[in-house]
């Protein structure tokens, strides 16, 4: 079992920047091993259908990194726009030998630019 919680999204200037965190905690049950193969960030504005936003090592604008250790992902969002405004969620695929490759969402993290 995998549960993802985002924290640091919030209202923000244009122009300003953000530092969104995914944290994951697996739960391993009957001696089961978890491996998190891959944390995404996607995000959705409303009207609008879900959009990757950063994975691996992408930067530019959106630069994510991840600290395999302590399982959690972080999400540097830079020169923020209006039209960054959308609910901001984590994705995590993860690998266990009993179940295979299982994918999880969290419960996502609204970030608001104000013009």
């Known amino acids: 079992q995998v549960q993802l919680v985002e924290s640091g999204g919030g209202l923000v200037q244009a122009g300003g920047s953000l530092r969104l965190t995914c944290a994951a905690s697996?739960?391993?049950?009957?001696?089961?091993?978890?491996?998190?193969?891959?944390m995404k960030w996607y995000r959705q504005a409303p009207g609008t259908q879900r959009e990757l936003v950063a994975e691996?090592?992408?930067?530019?604008r959106f630069a994510i990194s991840r600290d395999h250790a302590k399982n959690t992902v972080h999400l540097e969002i830079r020169s923020l726009k209006p039209e960054d405004t959308a609910l901001y969620y984590c994705?995590?695929?993860?690998?266990?030998?009993?179940?295979?490759?299982?994918?999880?969402w969290g419960q996502g993290t609204q970030v608001t630019v104000s013009s």
């Open positions: 691996d090592t992408s930067g530019g």
């Open positions: 994705y995590a695929n993860v690998w266990s030998p009993g179940s295979g490759s299982i994918t999880y």
């Open positions: 697996v739960s391993a049950t009957n001696g089961n091993i978890f491996r998190i193969t891959a």
